[in-house]
């Protein structure tokens, strides 16, 4: 049985780092691996062996399901594997590699040993052009400052075609809709010696057919202009196939240079199709701006799907001879010669999505102490008005119940209500052509209602936000205008005697909050491809300022119950900080369906002015479903201090560290594991008169992180993944000093997270 497989390197001290070939890439050509394991035990094998094939009982049956067959060793598999090995390096410009293996046995296992050797690298000498389509020698001459290769780099066939890859894309943005990579070849000569390679690329023109004679005819590569711009914004490809008459109620509406197809009525304003498109007749083929309206035709998120296709005109007589061809648009600027220039006819077809649609989300906690459940029920239509805008309300619901009797429980009920524009709405004017991506607009407000053992709030906010991509990495967020009011109906005063900061007790005040907030998010992960990825966020807020300017000459003035002088604002204290975090999570892909993902997230704040304690609502806490998983939400810190209060979780602090990794495996069908480990605390930055154990001190923060691990179970469901996580404390900095670490097992050191899509 194939127990594992191992690569060996040899090592080549005079080479480079980067030209090294790693263990990484040589594995991908290993043709045969040893059978999946259950947490590094072979258990599949078992099963498959254990199940009793004369029996066909229920239990021998899901033994055979679940079970494996053991991979046996197959020595062809690992010869094809070594020549593979070969093979990549010599495109890689080894050209005297060697690759070889070995077996190695104990008992009845046997493990694969891939021996290489790369050798002295070939790197490329001379390079030249030939072209045999004379009129592209001045556009792509023009462009060589841009070229892939270099003389003395490696000979790496990879590079050569990625060259190919750029020079082809590079003239079909400029006109060239038929140009391809295998207009492109190259002639290498390996004879001059000194392990060279001279370089001619060639640039071949346009296979326009065959003559009577069956013998192949070229010509120049023809340059191709849009002539026709037609739209079908609401095509139904079932109805266009199976309805006879479909093609006779269709109508068309010409705006702006597009031509919208549409059966009886058009579902969607003929402005935001032009707003969205980014084609225009008369324009010179481009196909980066092709693939970018694409783009933001799916990212208005009405759209499930989306084709945009060319077609020449028949008519012999739509061929032009022209002598300026040039870079994109509608100008044209790089000479050439005896170019042809031809017409395309553009079809962009939009299957729409479910217009209407539902959404349940749910997020649970359970300890020894604590039972939490929050559920958000939401609604969505992705096209009210026509103008693709997407208007979206929730209900969100959240209850906490406190297991012993003299505990008391809470709840909270909001509902929020947002519209999202396809566009960016300004006082100013916002030009057309600039290359943001997906640019939003979106208005929103939510109201909602938080009874606490100790206290009743009303939270009321509403914001006015822009969103807009650059590339297809990365999103800006801008909210000019997020404003919040907190009104307090009762709070208990024995409560706030209690607590033992007065940055905690200055939390819980009234007060307004009114700033400017905004986002960077950072995402490479493929929703359709499982491979390693990153995504960064980060945000920021600031809060009270322009307020401040307009309390002085409106407001009102006054002290605090510490003698404090603070501002009012039509007969509320506003509040004055700033904000801001960071969370960054990176997914490593090891297998299919088996990944291992770390976060990292830190966040800060600090108050000003008017303010003594950021809200309530803004502090950081640790634990929960996506958090410290081996607590409740809102238990975990600040620092080493002991629980203040033992009836209501509520520890806070203006300062989060935190850090998660997560191993992801496939366990039975839908279900997969994980295995977790969290580190993390709150903490106070020295303000608010905070006590010593709980504030941030650099030299000895690494003591007050809690610890815990726990197991996972995930039910993917394709369209959503439920999800259930038990997390089990280790180190609990809260506990009284030589009891933190936690040595002995108890369910009370443990709690249950449940909730809907992964945690981070």
Not at 180 to 187: G, K, R, T
Not at 405 to 429: C, Q
Not at 628 to 654: C, D, F, H, K, V
Not at 729 to 747: Q, S
Request: charged letters at 25%; aromatic letters at 14%.
């Amino acid at each position: 049985m194939l127990a594992g497989n191992k690569i060996e390197i040899e090592k080549e001290k005079d080479l480079p780092r980067d030209e090294r070939a790693t263990k990484t890439e040589l594995e991908s050509f290993v043709r045969q691996h040893p059978g999946k394991k259950l947490l590094g035990t072979n258990f599949y094998v078992w099963a498959y062996n254990a199940a009793d094939s004369t029996k066909n009982n229920w239990w021998n049956r899901f033994k055979r399901r679940i079970g494996r067959e053991p991979v046996l060793m197959d020595s062809s598999l690992a010869q094809r594997s070594a020549a593979g090995m070969k093979i990549y390096l010599d495109g890689k410009g080894f050209l005297d590699s060697k690759a070889s293996f070995r077996v190695d046995t104990s008992g009845r296992k046997a493990r694969v040993v891939y021996r290489v050797r790369q050798g002295e690298p070939y790197r490329i000498g001379e390079i030249g052009y030939e072209f045999r389509d004379r009129s592209l020698q001045r556009i792509v001459l023009g462009d060589t400052v841009s070229s892939l290769l270099h003389r003395g780099d490696v000979f790496d066939a990879d590079v050569l075609g990625a060259e190919r890859v750029r020079i082809a894309s590079y003239l079909k943005d400029r006109g060239y809709y038929n140009f391809s990579i295998n207009n492109i070849a190259y002639v290498a000569d390996s004879t001059v010696g000194n392990r060279t390679v001279d370089l001619t690329m060639v640039v071949k023109p346009y296979a326009a057919g065959y003559d009577a004679q069956g013998e192949a005819m070229f010509d120049n590569n023809r340059v191709y202009r849009i002539r026709e711009i037609y739209v079908h914004p609401d095509y139904d490809p079932t109805t266009a196939v199976s309805d006879s008459l479909y093609a006779s109620r269709l109508d068309t509406v010409e705006y702006k240079g597009l031509r919208i197809v549409y059966d009886t009525r058009s579902k969607v304003r003929a402005e935001i199709l032009r707003q969205t498109i980014g084609l225009y007749p008369d324009y010179l083929y481009d196909a980066s701006e092709v693939e970018r309206t694409y783009e933001n035709i799916m990212r208005l998120g009405y759209y499930k799907s989306a084709s945009i296709l060319f077609s020449e005109p028949a008519e012999s007589s739509d061929e032009v001879s022209v002598t300026y061809v040039g870079g994109g648009g509608g100008a044209d600027t790089a000479a050439v010669t005896d170019a042809v220039e031809r017409s395309l006819i553009c079809n962009i077809f939009c299957i729409p999505a479910m217009r209407q649609s539902y959404s349940v989300e749910l997020e649970g906690t359970t300890s020894s102490d604590y039972f939490g459940l929050t559920a958000t029920v939401g609604y969505q239509n992705r096209n009210l008005f026509r103008g693709m805008e997407l208007f979206d309300v929730s209900v969100r619901g959240g209850y906490e119940f406190m297991r012993l009797k003299s505990k008391r429980n809470s709840f909270e009920l909001g509902v929020s209500a947002s519209f999202s524009f396809p566009r960016l709405i300004t006082p100013f004017r916002v030009n057309r052509h600039n290359r943001a991506v997906n640019p939003r607009t979106k208005v929103e407000v939510s109201y909602s209602v938080q009874r606490r053992p100790y206290y009743h709030r009303l939270l009321a906010s509403g914001v006015w936000g822009y969103s807009w991509g650059m590339g297809r990495r990365s999103t800006f967020v801008l909210r000019p205008a997020d404003i919040s009011v907190v009104k307090l109906r009762q709070i208990d005063s024995a409560f706030l005697n209690q607590l033992p900061n007065p940055y905690l007790r200055n939390s819980y005040t009234p007060q307004v909050i009114a700033g400017l907030s905004g986002s960077y998010i950072f995402n490479d992960r493929s929703r359709t491809v499982e491979k390693s990825s990153l995504m960064l966020r980060v945000n920021f807020e600031t809060n009270g300022n322009l307020i401040d300017g307009l309390s002085h000459l409106f407001g009102r003035s006054g002290l605090d119950e510490n003698g404090r002088p603070y501002h009012r604002l039509f007969g509320t204290r506003y509040a004055q900080y700033f904000r801001a975090d960071v969370n960054l999570s990176r997914m490593f892909v090891l297998a299919p369906k088996t990944s291992l993902v770390y976060r990292f997230y830190a966040g800060w704040g600090y108050a000003y002015g008017n303010s003594f304690s950021i809200p309530f609502e803004r502090l950081f806490y640790c634990g929960g479903a996506n958090s410290m998983r081996g607590w409740m939400a809102r238990t975990l810190g600040p620092g080493n201090s002991e629980r203040w209060i033992s009836s209501y979780p509520a520890q806070l602090g203006n300062f989060k560290l935190e850090t998660n990794l997560e191993a992801r495996f496939p366990v039975w069908g839908i279900l997969q594991g994980a295995l977790f480990f969290d580190v993390g605390n709150i903490w106070f930055m020295n303000q608010g008169g905070s006590g010593e154990e709980s504030l941030f001190r650099i030299d000895r923060f690494y003591r007050q992180l809690g610890f815990n691990t726990g197991l996972g179970a995930r039910f993917d469901f394709s369209f959503f993944v439920f999800r259930v996580d038990w997390g089990v404390k280790l180190h609990n900095p809260n506990e009284p000093a030589g009891e933190r670490w936690i040595r002995r097992f108890r369910l009370g050191n443990t709690t249950l997270n449940f909730g809907v899509g992964y945690p981070f």
